[in-house]
């Protein structure tokens, strides 16, 4: 039964377990997923700064491409403002200025044009100003700014993209027109090596596409590359106006000791290129082009893939400390305590009522401790009620059995043909011996012993019955032997405790001293005739309710004047000292065998009684210190004669 | 006292040595009562029995009015002192007892 039940240990042990993994995973997988949204937030910002940079880059490239030009133009040759307007005049150049910095024309192809002020050109004259701003701080700056759109020329002609430069050494501004057309080639070109000079993380890149969704540029040497079309949908989805994924968004820059603003649209995801998925980011420059942005997401997400191998050894490590450190608590704090107090109630349970249960560590022990001993104490009491109601019990069936026997002595003291006196003394254990006399007619006495071999109550209501019985079979005229021939019979019905009893049956006649006997299987009495002791041998029946249709043979024997019978239950001849030898038979025979010294009349009791006292005090002496097994039980009668 | 069984088929078998008195013989009695099953044939021996009290008596009746039923019973090797009792009371005649 014990082994099929599991122990707190291995129940806790299951029961951890589960939670203890889900925990495990379910932290794992939060920081899984926290750690992957971080690098993927990381890896858009990047891609989306990049994509910046480059479009950035190229606009300051171009503008610095323009600078040179216009440095070729005027610083190497040292040319003064009224040579260059010559130069222009000559080679009729419609399309190139220069102005002070109140934007007045200083030197022009036409005449006409120098009547004009460069402020007429929207975006110059914001340029201008900024232009003039920028002086405030620093003198001498050398610097180029570019119209964002194309504008309309001086003379209405063309629409050109415009650059603004100063020239260290030129004393004035020159604004030159650029055909879109080839200011997209410039730009292209400028594009196309800034994009390749520039590497996101280590295998990220930039891809420069055309607007007619060529791609310009490629990270590898590749002519594939080149014509190929990517993801033309959202180069699509970016130019729409109405697009919900483009995101459009002002970002300013540091240019020229001026704060440049921009405004940017871009879009950013995660998509295939070439066999590899990338983290993107797709921003239109101008109307000229577009820039890629591309970074592997297996390079963004790989710090993760390392990080997360980490987390997974150190998780397993911490996890597995916890599981076991609850597991040693538990046992330390309860399973221990708990054998403690079994090894206690094991100790009680073995009959050791006395054993206290003292595990007070905690509360709850302290408590179950305290209860536990208040359970003991309160069935100890019980066992202590129980038992002296077990004792009273006993006392009433001793009772029962001392109240049912004659007990009075002499009892029939008018009646001088005989003394007669009787005594029966209980061992602890009611053992159901009796003894009874009573007169039949007027001179006859019927007298018995008998031991019935049930014990304690069933024992003493055995004994109550047989003694009824016999004395009602005996008072109704019957021979001994018919009397014992039918109270056996009556004695077997019913008799389902398998209770026996031996039982010694004598009829006195007062007038010759004749007594018929009948003997059912009881210790033969001794019979003292002139000091000389003699056990009375006759031929024994079966004890009584032994077994069914018996038939009981009387016998006789004669008493003479002044002779004695003594009879008695085994519990006499059984008696037994401390080192359990028996009294025995040889020794109450000799006790009784008085020769000439009878002992002396007990009052009105006689030498009857005084035989049965001197028995008694012999048998206290034998078993001095021992405990009485079995009740000891006499009758004496001394018979005097008739009349 | 010691009491010890031997079964042979439905033939039980029980020595006793010692002394049967108040305190021994509820041992006989379990030892009886116990292996007493299916036995049609009862042998008590007594050769090592010294003593025996009104107790022994009661369970050998008992044992005696079972095999009644299922066969036969019988008590050999008795002893002097023991054999005194039985005859003492009526035993003897009614059962059958073999003296040593």
Redesign the interface.
């Given at each position: 039964m014990e082994k099929s039940k599991r122990k707190i240990s291995k129940l806790i042990s299951l029961k951890l377990l589960i939670p203890v993994i889900v925990a495990f995973m379910l932290s794992f997988v939060l920081t899984f997923l926290i750690l992957f949204q971080s690098a993927s937030k990381n890896a858009y910002d990047l891609v989306k700064q990049n994509a910046i940079d480059v479009a950035v880059d190229i606009n300051e490239k171009t503008r610095e491409y323009f600078y040179q030009v216009s440095s070729m133009l005027t610083g190497i040759s040292g040319l003064t403002v009224e040579e260059f307007r010559q130069n222009l005049v000559e080679n009729e150049i419609g399309t190139t200025y220069v102005s002070d910095y109140d934007g007045n024309i200083i030197a022009a192809a036409t005449d006409e044009l120098m009547t004009h002020n460069i402020r007429e050109i929207p975006e110059i004259s914001g340029l201008l100003d900024e232009l003039n701003s920028a002086m405030i701080h620093e003198e001498n700056v050398s610097m180029v700014n570019m119209t964002e759109n194309p504008q309309l020329s001086l003379d209405g002609k063309s629409t050109l993209y415009y650059a603004m430069m100063t020239i260290k050494g030129f004393d004035g501004l020159i604004v030159f027109g650029i055909e879109p057309d080839e200011f997209d080639q410039i730009m292209i070109g400028q594009g196309q090596f800034v994009a390749s000079n520039r590497h996101i993380g280590k295998e990220g890149f930039n891809v420069l596409v055309s607007s007619d969704k060529k791609v310009l540029t490629t990270p590898s040497p590749d002519a594939e590359f080149y014509s190929e079309m990517i993801h033309s949908e959202l180069i699509d989805e970016v130019t729409n106006v109405n697009s919900n994924l483009a995101v459009t968004e002002n970002i300013s820059r540091v240019q020229n000791f001026n704060t440049a603003e921009y405004e940017i649209t871009f879009l950013t995801g995660k998509d295939e290129f070439w066999g590899k998925e990338y983290f993107y980011c797709l921003m239109p420059v101008k109307d000229v082009f577009y820039i890629y942005s591309l970074y592997p997401v297996k390079e963004a997400l790989g710090t993760v893939d390392t990080t997360m191998r980490f987390l997974l050894a150190g998780e397993i490590v911490i996890f597995t400390v916890l599981f076991f450190t609850v597991r040693f608590l538990i046992k330390r704090t309860v399973v221990k305590k708990l054998d403690a107090v079994n090894a206690s109630l094991t100790e009680i349970a073995s009959g050791n009522l006395e054993e206290k249960v003292e595990v007070r560590d905690t509360q709850e022990f302290d408590a179950l401790s305290t209860d536990i001993n208040a359970t003991v104490d309160k069935l100890k009491e019980y066992i202590a009620e129980a038992a002296a109601r077990i004792d009273s019990d006993l006392a009433f069936a001793k009772a029962i059995q001392s109240s049912a026997l004659p007990s009075v002595f002499p009892p029939f003291p008018e009646r001088k043909e005989f003394e007669l006196y009787a005594t029966m003394n209980t061992a602890k254990e009611v053992g159901g011996d009796f003894y009874d006399f009573f007169m039949l007619g007027d001179s006859t006495l019927g007298f018995l012993i008998a031991d019935v071999s049930g014990k304690s109550i069933p024992g003493a209501m055995f004994m109550m019955t047989a003694k009824t019985l016999i004395k009602s079979l005996a008072e109704s005229g019957l021979s001994p032997a018919e009397v014992f021939t039918q109270a056996n019979e009556k004695l077997c019905e019913g008799n389902d405790a398998e209770m026996f009893v031996t039982a010694w049956l004598g009829f006195l006649d007062l007038k010759t001293g004749i007594v018929r006997v009948s003997n059912a299987g009881h210790n033969p009495p001794v019979l003292i005739h002139e000091g000389e002791a003699k056990y009375v041998i006759l031929r024994p029946g079966l004890m009584l309710a032994a077994m069914d249709d018996i038939l009981y043979k009387e016998q006789t024997l004669t008493l003479q004047k002044g002779d004695m019978l003594y009879l008695y239950t085994d519990g006499v001849t059984e008696a037994m000292d401390t080192a359990e030898a028996l009294f025995g038979e040889e020794r109450l025979l000799k006790l009784l065998s008085f020769g000439k010294n009878y002992p002396a009349p007990a009052g009105d009791n006689g030498i009857a009684g005084a035989v049965c006292a001197e028995v008694t005090e012999t048998l206290n002496e034998f078993t001095e210190g021992a405990e009485q097994s079995d009740d000891i039980t006499m009758l004496c009668i001394r018979y005097l004669g008739g009349e | 006292m010691t009491v010890n069984t031997q079964k042979d088929g439905t033939k039980l078998t029980v020595t006793v040595d010692g002394k049967l008195?108040?305190?021994s013989a509820p041992e006989l009695e379990k030892a009886v009562k116990d292996n007493l099953a299916g036995i049609t044939e009862l042998v008590f021996d007594f050769a090592g029995l010294e003593?025996m009290?009104?107790?022994g008596?009661?369970i050998l009746?008992?044992s005696?009015?079972v095999m009644k039923k299922q066969g036969s019973m019988r008590i050999l090797n008795v002893r002097q002192p023991v054999m005194d009792v039985f005859?003492?009371?009526?035993?003897a005649?009614?059962l059958d007892i073999r003296p040593a």
């Open positions: - | 008195g108040t305190s003593y009290a009104s107790a008596l009661r009746m008992s005696a009015k005859t003492f009371t009526g035993m005649d009614v």
